[in-house]
Structure formats: structure tokens, C-alpha cells
């Protein structure tokens, strides 16, 4: 039973529009979500993420919306650029006193983005 | 950002042999390291939480014998695979949280590459 999934296992977007990955969680225990950023052959670098608290945060280009009736979150990159290339992660944590970073990762979608 | 240092990046091992990987917090204290594995398109597995001074906890269906874990100060955590096979090939993560930060930001290693042959 996968507890955060994302649906999508690629996509593919023109420079200088905008990139949506999605991804959807089952446990309504998760109150703490982030994503990350993989390249081939390398770990993930933290992206940004987002307390249950929230509905949207923002850090430059990437922005990350939360839906918690809706158990989604998404990820929006504008304008995407040929560097975002890359697998993006969805990961949901339990904000607990213990193993706080402690994180249930999707699959991953690849985004590709074309010059 | 913090910087967590895994080495050895890739290991090509015999079957039935022990290969340890070393995940290193550089400029941070980590009370608490994850390890983590992936198969080739899937997720990152998590197969242990490793925290400094006590036993490992590991997730279901990961035999502790065969992945011992040692986090014996507040910047090493260690990984053995231990008698190694063919179908232990797979990249191994390992990430750790920094105990001064208030979130639950992961920072990872670059992770190993294993090849058992």
C-alpha cells in the first residue's frame, strides 16, 4: 500500500512555461511534506516544502500548493528552464518529536524541459 | 546548505563478501540518519533509522543482520552489507537531519552505487 504517490512518471514541458508535478498522499497522519530534486547518479537535494498549516509556500520560481481535503500537493516550477531537468520527489513526513525527517518518498516524475 | 558526505560513491564487490558505507554530517550534527534504498525507476526505500548511541530501527521486511548499522558518534553512520549476493546490487542513500534545525529537512549523501557480481 503506497502511502504518496505521483502519478505521472514523466513529463515534459517547453522552456519558459510552466511545470506541475503532482503528487497525492493516503495518511492523514502526514503534516509535513517536501520535494526533491535528483539527478542521475546523485542524492536528492531539498527542494522546498510545506506544513499542513499551509496552503501554499513560495521560493522563487518554485511554488508548492497543498490541498489537504483533497489529500494533494503540487509542485509549480514558472518559468521552467533547461536545468530543472531532473527527478522530482514527493516525500510526507510525521511532524513527531522523533525522527522528524523520517519521510515516505513517491516514485518520482521525471521532468524533462526542452530548450 | 548542510553537507553529508557518503563514500565510498561506488563498490563493485564478490558475492559473499561485506562492504561497509560510511555516511558523514560535515558541518552539522545528526542524531538521527536514514538509510535508504533504491531500485532502478522506484522510490527510495527506507530500510533503517540509525540514531546515535542506540540500535538501528528497521523497517519491515529488512533483515537486520544483513544490513547492520552502526552510528557510534554524532557525524558516522555506517552501513555493512554483510555476505553480500547478487540481488543486494542496488544504490544506497543515506540522509541525515540536522539536530539544531527545527524541520524536517533530510539532507542526503550522494549515495553508493553496489554491485555484487
Known amino acids: 500500500d503506497q502511502q504518496v504517490k505521483q502519478n505521472s512518471p514523466s513529463l515534459s514541458v517547453q522552456e519558459g512555461r510552466i511545470s506541475i508535478l503532482n503528487c497525492d498522499y493516503t495518511?492523514?497522519?502526514?503534516?509535513?511534506f517536501l520535494w526533491y530534486k535528483k539527478y542521475p547518479a546523485e542524492g536528492p537535494t531539498f527542494l522546498i516544502s510545506i506544513s499542513s498549516i499551509k496552503d501554499k509556500n513560495e521560493d522563487g520560481r518554485f511554488t508548492v500548493f497543498l490541498n489537504k481535503s483533497a489529500k494533494h500537493l503540487s509542485l509549480h516550477i514558472v518559468p521552467s528552464q533547461p536545468g530543472d531537468s531532473a527527478v522530482y520527489f514527493c516525500a510526507a513526513s510525521m511532524n513527531l518529536n522523533t525522527n522528524a525527517g523520517k519521510s515516505t518518498f513517491g516514485d518520482g516524475t521525471t521532468l524533462t524541459v526542452k530548450p | 546548505g548542510a553537507v553529508v558526505s557518503q563514500h565510498p560513491s561506488r563498490v563493485i564487490c564478490k558475492s559473499g563478501t561485506s562492504v561497509k558505507i560510511e555516511c558523514r554530517s560535515l558541518?552539522?550534527?545528526?542524531?538521527?540518519m536514514f538509510w535508504y534504498r533504491q531500485f532502478p525507476k522506484q522510490s527510495l526505500m527506507l530500510m533503517a533509522t540509525s540514531n546515535e548511541g542506540s540500535k538501528a530501527t528497521y523497517e519491515q521486511g529488512v533483515e537486520k543482520d544483513k544490513f547492520l548499522i552502526n552510528h557510534a558518534s554524532l557525524t558516522l553512520s555506517t552501513l555493512t552489507v554483510t555476505s553480500a549476493h547478487p540481488e543486494d546490487s542496488s544504490f544506497y542513500i543515506c540522509?541525515?537531519?540536522?539536530?539544531?534545525?527545527?524541520?524536517?529537512?533530510?539532507?542526503f549523501g550522494q549515495g553508493t552505487r553496489l554491485t555484487v557480481v
Open positions: 540522509s541525515a537531519q540536522d539536530a539544531d534545525r527545527a524541520s524536517n529537512e533530510a539532507f
Open positions: 558541518d552539522f550534527q545528526a542524531t538521527t
Open positions: 495518511n492523514s497522519m502526514f503534516d509535513y
